[in-house]
């Protein structure tokens, strides 16, 4: 059997996503050897800035991409909500294995949920989507910027400089975390961001050996539900610089419901939409188009010129 070469960030997480996904290869594929290259990426270097300001999607991906076109690496991990809509050429997702929980969380200093903050609470989060919900549920809250990994992210919590923090119930569910967690956020509050709680394994498109194993990781429904949702961020050339989210869901028929968000990152408007369909491109644009309809649109383009500013 061959020898493949995994890329992976350096983070504690994507270090556990990526033995995650080893493991289960080793499953398919006993005989074959596996080799993780830890990739240092712009996102990890840059941490004393706001995403939406050093340029949001692709800053985890990019070296990682790299690597993949050199062929010092064969395939790479990642999460899905870090890939931008649109793929470089030359490159696939490989496989989307069975996506986990998708929610946001609250983790408060004394386990309070997100309607017993005190009036006034400081809440941490680097995520426009995500103030802007939190915003547009509670005005009163006070939002400021949280950058860095789980475990730093935690420590500010617990060291008084938050209220509560908003993060992925997927990541602390990966690195054993969930005991910490004080509410799961209904995505009736938070929709969650494209692609969350599920994980993409890039390849070169022209890699055959490798498609074919990791084809065999692909979870149909987990699929079909992040592409419409990531069909949805494409219609609206969305990145990590603008409130956007989006959830579907896919039934045992193969009817994917997808609900898509659109808010100002005050979250005094908040646009959403939600429609069934069973072509997941289809629905993606048709729910974008009907955000747009209701407006959207002025407000993506104003949180753009501001992000330029």
Request: aromatic share 4%; hydrophobic share 40%; net charge negative.
């Amino acid at each position: 059997m061959g020898k493949w070469k995994v890329g992976t960030r350096r983070s504690k997480l994507a270090l556990t996503q990526t033995k995650w996904v080893v493991a289960k290869l080793q499953e398919i594929a006993p005989e074959a050897d596996f080799e993780l290259h830890e990739i240092v990426t712009k996102g990890d270097r840059i941490l004393d800035v706001t995403l939406s300001k050093v340029g949001g999607k692709g800053l985890f991906v990019k070296e990682i991409e790299q690597s993949l076109y050199d062929k010092e690496t064969d395939l790479a991990v990642h999460s899905l909500k870090d890939m931008p809509a649109e793929l470089p050429e030359g490159l696939v997702i490989g496989a989307i294995p069975k996506r986990v929980d998708p929610r946001d969380v609250l983790l408060s200093l004394d386990g309070k949920t997100l309607d017993e903050l005190r009036e006034g609470a400081l809440v941490g989060t680097s995520s426009l989507r995500r103030s802007a919900q939190i915003l547009a549920h509670r005005p009163d809250i006070q939002i400021e910027s949280l950058r860095g990994n789980i475990d730093t992210r935690i420590r500010k919590l617990e060291e008084g400089n938050f209220d509560a923090i908003i993060l992925a119930a997927a990541g602390l569910e990966r690195v054993q975390y969930a005991g910490n967690i004080s509410q799961y956020l209904p995505v009736e509050i938070s929709l969650p961001a494209v692609g969350q709680g599920a994980l993409a394994i890039e390849c070169r498109a022209d890699d055959e050996e490798t498609l074919a194993l990791l084809k065999q990781l692909d979870d149909e429904p987990t699929r079909l539900a992040v592409t419409a949702e990531r069909s949805f961020l494409h219609k609206l050339q969305g990145g990590c610089q603008v409130p956007i989210g989006a959830y579907a869901t896919v039934d045992e028929a193969k009817q994917i419901t997808l609900t898509g968000m659109v808010g100002s990152p005050d979250g005094k408007q908040l646009f959403k939409n939600t429609a069934t369909g069973t072509d997941a491109l289809a629905l993606g644009v048709q729910v974008a188009e009907a955000l747009l309809a209701q407006g959207a649109g002025e407000v993506l383009a104003q949180v753009l010129r501001e992000n330029q500013e």
